[in-house]
């Protein structure tokens, strides 16, 4: 197998240590993660998510353990921090934490700027960006961003981290507060990004739908712990896992669940809806 893009090897993190206030959020940590893999990150609230992910471009740094990413040790304290963030690119649950500038062209360029490229070069990268994710350059370059609704900020905080034309692409709860149309919309464009450009993408969240919908591999949060790994179909086809790790399923697999506990013999792994609705489909026609 060939060394992985972003490579976690025993992360320890405890917040305010030697305080009375201590408290261990992650606690040995190993997750590798491919090239160009698309991977979730699930767990309850508190099971240390966030802080793990942060370890990714440096907003953390390790206490104890290693994160190594494409080669770079995020431990060593003369990394070339800009370098790390301009391969790492993370995207916050709260897009308004990342939006810096008054109009929506000048804080997408805002990264490539400090970058110190070209302007032509910024323009390009903006525009390109900007497509990426759906805003139309024109259109959108000279719109304040606080007039902008919760969807429109999300896409130009990710239109921001693209334009630094990261090889890793880091997402905390992409989809949390959207309605459900610019939810599928922005689930489209992620997915784009991961299966066209070859980007690889982290992911967390409790939408288990979103997680069956996009994610290569699975890794389940407990406790400052990484419980288990595996692809989506081997983690909601453990019912035991589920309900041990408090995880939530996608709707096609609550109702194969159901079922089953009725006594009818299906597939509870048939997790996609097309999946689903063939196991559906089986039952009445028998």
């Not at 508190?46 to 740094?61: D, E, M, V």
């Not at 334009?163 to 689930?187: F, H, I, W, Y």
């Not at 890794?219 to 408090?246: D, S, W």
Request: net charge neutral.
């Amino acid at each position: 197998m060939t060394q992985p893009i972003v490579d976690v090897q025993k992360l320890s993190h405890v917040y305010m240590q030697g305080t009375p206030l201590s408290h261990v959020a992650l606690n040995e940590v190993s997750l590798q993660v491919q090239a160009g893999e698309c991977l979730a990150i699930i767990g309850h609230t508190g099971s240390g998510k966030s802080t793990l992910i942060q370890h990714f471009n440096g907003l953390i740094r390790p206490q104890s353990g290693k994160v190594i990413v494409n080669g770079m040790d995020v431990s060593q304290p003369k990394i070339d921090i800009r370098s790390l963030r301009r391969q790492v690119g993370l995207v916050f649950q709260n897009p308004e934490d990342q939006l810096f500038e008054k109009l929506v062209g000048d804080d997408v360029a805002y990264g490539p700027f400090k970058m110190g490229l070209p302007l032509e070069e910024v323009k390009n990268r903006v525009k390109w960006a900007m497509d990426l994710v759906g805003l139309n350059f024109q259109e959108m370059k000279d719109r304040p961003t606080y007039a902008l609704s919760g969807g429109q900020k999300r896409k130009v905080a990710l239109a921001g981290v693209l334009s630094l034309q990261p090889k890793v692409l880091v997402l905390d709860e992409p989809t949390a507060g959207l309605d459900p149309r610019s939810r599928l919309e922005l689930l489209g464009r992620i997915r784009r990004l991961n299966r066209e450009e070859g980007l690889t993408v982290i992911f967390v969240s409790h939408n288990m739908e979103e997680v069956s919908q996009l994610a290569d591999r699975v890794y389940v949060m407990a406790n400052g712990k990484a419980v288990c790994e595996g692809t989506p179909r081997q983690i909601f086809g453990n019912q035991e896992l589920l309900r041990e790790h408090h995880i939530g399923t996608p709707e096609s697999v609550d109702i194969l669940y159901r079922l089953r506990e009725r006594g009818y013999d299906i597939n509870p792994g048939a997790f996609l809806p097309e999946e689903t609705a063939c196991e559906i489909l089986k039952l009445i026609q028998r």
